[in-house]
């Protein structure tokens, strides 16, 4: 069993000096700001809606004999959830049928051809990262009989699916405490209410700990706990497949970036058709090491193709970007073609470098028009793109990445749909990189190393010095460097 507060305590108490200093200047109204950065052992049922439902149903569904029909979301957020899902309710006895979505072909929501050959009469629907907008799936599978659970941490936009349980942070406001979490995180903490003996299990952790840092949810709050928890995980008690990525893991202990972990393990598994998410489910479970080690290194392969692919439709998009669209401040591409999975990389590509919104947008297989957008927070995007709605069959996400599916099919007229309205959304100015001091010579980066992991919401150190921006860089020996980027 961990002990989460004995590891913690020193880990707070090596934080003094600079770093010290670092934290009350990013939390100045806390009067405990290492507390803030690193929150004891959250109680996860203060933070989600709708738990006793979950409970009830859970309870009802066993007594009927029924199945839960578990649906997630193709990407490493959802499928760490699905193995989350699958892994407790599995052991505590349940009939469990996973379903995984299929980006490349279908629309995000719950589709009734996808739960047709599963759900019946009695069982119980529940999604983990996906769902908080599917009104249609929802209203078939209760045509069907059958009850419906939602678990998503995603933004609701109204209306909302008519559901027996909403287990969404976003429930209680964009700002509390929970809606860091990312789709494995709601799950996890849900089930842990649920059965609290599986709060310290290693496999777990690992996979919450791998959803979390893919999704790119900030590395605050609760999120810092799990992570924290997941540090002190025992590895000879993980599954081969767990094992072969927590090796992959970079950095030394907590000394990581979110980047660095996208980059060793999430972009190796990649997303999309050909991908290793197809697999990542096996994967996960799978107990057969030298089986996983080849999986692994023919992901690691593959991944390198997708990055000169990637490189070259980076190239091509930069090319192609609507003029209208750039003097409105947003970065909007139409492209011929897009491997599977990638739309949503390129849009964040795009949206770093040139440091604004960005919408890209292609035809799936099956000839809709799709897009993916992503934005460094001067666009809220889902929020965008839930304005327009009506024009849209699916579309959601958060502030900086979202989706849709269009329903028309001319690409003239969507680009005016989009163009037409960019005018008229509120646009924040795009972030400036932060700076937390300014110093007279550069410190140790030793100092600040105390304060890792780093990622999104919680970025590396920034100094200036001179006049000049210098960013704590963990990957390898610590150092600063020269830079504009933010180290998210
Ligand atoms: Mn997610």
């Known amino acids: 069993m961990l002990d989460y507060q004995i590891a913690a305590v020193p880990r707070r108490n090596r934080v003094r000096g600079l770093a010290m200093e670092l934290l009350r200047q990013r939390f100045p109204d806390s009067s405990d700001p290492r507390r803030e950065w690193l929150p004891p052992k959250p109680d996860w049922k203060t933070g989600l809606p709708d738990l006793d439902v979950l409970e009830d149903e859970l309870e009802r569904v066993r007594e009927r004999r029924g199945k839960i029909v578990l649906y997630g979301h193709d990407d490493m957020d959802g499928i760490t959830g699905l193995f989350v899902g699958l892994r407790v309710l599995r ?103 649920i059965w609290p003996k599986w709060e310290d299990d290693d496999q ?31 590895r000879e008690a993980l599954t081969a497949g ?29 997303k999309g058709n050909g991908s290793g998410i197809d697999q990542m489910l096996d994967f996960m479970f799978s107990q057969d090491e030298p089986s996983c080690r080849k999986a692994w290194t023919e992901m690691r392969q593959h991944s390198d193709q997708r990055a000169h692919v990637l490189s070259s439709l980076v190239k091509d998009a930069m090319k192609r970007k609507d003029d209208q669209a750039d003097a409105y401040g947003m970065i909007l591409v139409k492209m011929p073609e897009i491997p599977s999975g990638m739309g949503g990389t390129l849009a964040s590509k795009l949206s770093k470098i040139y440091r604004r919104g960005a919408i890209v947008v292609s035809r799936r297989e099956d000839g809709a028009l799709v897009g993916e957008a992503r934005s460094p927070g001067d666009w809220n995007m889902a929020g965008f793109l839930v304005s327009l709605k009506e024009h849209f069959t699916s579309a959601g996400g958060h502030v900086k990445a979202a989706g849709f599916t269009y329903a028309g099919t001319s690409w003239e007229e969507l680009r005016d749909v989009l163009i037409s309205h960019m005018p008229e959304y509120p646009t924040n100015p795009v972030p400036r990189p932060h700076v937390d001091m300014e110093l007279a010579s550069q410190p140790d980066p030793s100092e600040f190393v105390c304060l890792a992991p780093f990622g999104p919401d919680f970025p590396p150190p920034a100094l200036k010095i001179d006049g000049m921006r210098y960013l704590l860089n963990v990957a390898g020996e610590p150092g600063w460097c020269i830079t504009e980027d933010s180290g998210e």
């Open 204 to 234: 777990l952790l690992a996979a919450v700990a791998l959803g979390t840092v893919s999704d790119r949810v900030p590395l605050l709050g609760w999120n810092r706990a799990l992570l924290h928890m997941a540090g002190q995980i025992r």
């Open 91 to 193: 052991r505590e006895g349940f009939h469990v049928v996973p379903i995984l979505p299929r980006r490349e072909f279908e629309d995000y929501g719950l589709l009734p051809e996808r739960m047709a050959p599963h759900l019946s009469r009695g069982d119980l629907l529940l999604t983990v990262d996906y769902g908080c907008s599917a009104v249609k799936g929802v209203r078939w599978a209760r045509e069907v009989g059958a009850r419906v659970v939602i678990t998503d941490h995603h933004t609701l936009n109204p209306p909302l699916p008519d559901v027996h349980g909403l287990v969404d942070p976003q429930v209680y406001g964009s700002d509390a405490t929970a809606t860091v979490l990312a789709g494995c995180g709601v799950l996890y903490a849900a089930l842990c209410s």
């Open 242 to 270: 767990l094992r072969v990525m927590m090796d992959a893991w970079p950095g030394d202990g907590y000394v990581w970036s979110g980047g660095m972990v996208r980059h060793a393990i999430t972009s190796t598994v990649g």
